[in-house]
């Protein structure tokens, strides 16, 4: 049975399951100095268009956590939205490993920083008693399904620059986001004005693994030497970057990602036809956000349905996977309609 409550809950995609078999034959050099680690941070580079570093890590929150380390000092502060995975879902892993570093949460609507909240939030003090904010981090796809358009990006980033912050991007989702928008990945990043990305791998069909991107070459100095003091440098890195080649010749991801926004769509539309439920967020991504009656959310509980009711702003959050059929989709809205007449 597929389910809805997390896109970490489906299986690694055929693209990057025959990759990783193919990278199983035979001895290859360790810790990173293969043909298939060095391929696929060449495939990266074609993908970006542009020559940029690139380490693959195990996890989102090593890949935050060490990203956000290299762009600041422990006296400094992070600017990142409330709902942000960084904020919310890291254990404190991004203050650990800037050994201190203070996230200062913001609000802003549909889970986007504006400009404004960022400049009012730097200019508010400046005296040393305060942690001097020195990166803006942004989701995207952001913690609520929504994605920043290009224009907006610029304009964060040009406002970045202005008060001397880095930027930084957690691409947990940024496939999807690139999916929905439709341009090019340059486009949403290094031409944007985005220092480094974090670009996740997991959520696109990959078994494991996440790659740091770093469009300032120079901020990657020492990077590897992070990686590997925080467990991070895989010994068999084939592993974990053979995957990427799967999935990124041909353009799976991008496809992968395609669909999995689709269903989503399907699933909102469904919802709102069936039982008139809109939509808390716009559905830009592959995350539907909507709030059940409480009689539909146990009942849909009850028949084995799995999903979160405690991220973002309330409300059941709906994810879907690059392997969501159409036929879960309608199954679930099924029972979202019988419910919805019981209850009626």
């Avoid at 964060?156 to 989702?173: K, P």
Wanted: contains cysteine.
């Amino acid at each position: 049975m597929q389910h809805f409550a997390s896109d970490n809950y489906a299986g690694i995609c055929p693209e990057a399951l025959a990759a990783l078999l193919a990278a199983n034959a035979g001895h290859v050099r360790s810790y990173g100095d293969d043909q298939w680690t060095l391929r696929a941070a060449d495939r990266l580079r074609e993908v970006f268009e542009t020559e940029c570093d690139v380490y693959f890590v195990f996890n989102g929150t090593a890949a935050n956590s060490l990203a956000l380390a290299a762009l600041c000092q422990s006296y400094h502060s992070v600017i990142c939205h409330q709902l942000a995975h960084v904020e919310t879902d890291e254990c404190g892993a991004p203050e650990f490993f800037s050994n201190g570093a203070k996230l200062l949460a913001l609000a802003g609507e549909e889970g986007k920083l504006t400009p404004a909240v960022i400049e009012e939030a730097v200019t508010r003090r400046s005296d040393i008693h305060y942690p001097k904010p020195k990166v803006v981090t942004l989701t995207q796809a952001s913690e609520v399904g929504t994605v920043y358009r290009p224009d907006e990006l610029r304009a964060i980033t040009t406002t970045a620059r202005e008060l001397g912050l880095r930027v930084h991007m957690d691409g947990a989702r940024f496939a999807n986001a690139v999916a929905s928008l439709g341009v090019s990945p340059a486009e949403l990043t290094w031409r944007a004005g985005v220092d480094v990305l974090c670009f996740g791998g997991t959520k696109m069909g990959l078994p494991i693994g996440e790659a740091v991107v770093f469009f300032d070459r120079r901020l990657a100095e020492d990077f590897a030497y992070r990686c590997k003091q925080a467990g991070q440098l895989a010994s068999k890195m084939r592993y974990l970057s053979a995957p990427w080649l799967g999935i990124l010749e041909n353009d799976s991801w991008l496809r992968h990602a395609a669909h999995a926004n689709a269903m989503a769509r399907r699933l909102a539309s469904g919802l709102a036809e069936i039982a008139g439920l809109q939509t808390l967020f716009p559905v830009d991504a592959n995350g539907v956000f909507v709030h059940l009656p409480s009689v539909v959310e146990q009942g849909l509980r009850e028949r084995g349905w799995l999903f979160y009711t405690f991220i973002g702003a309330g409300g059941a959050r709906l994810m879907c996977g690059w392997d969501t059929a159409p036929e879960t989709v309608d199954r679930f809205l099924d029972d979202v309609r019988a419910l919805s007449t019981v209850s009626a």
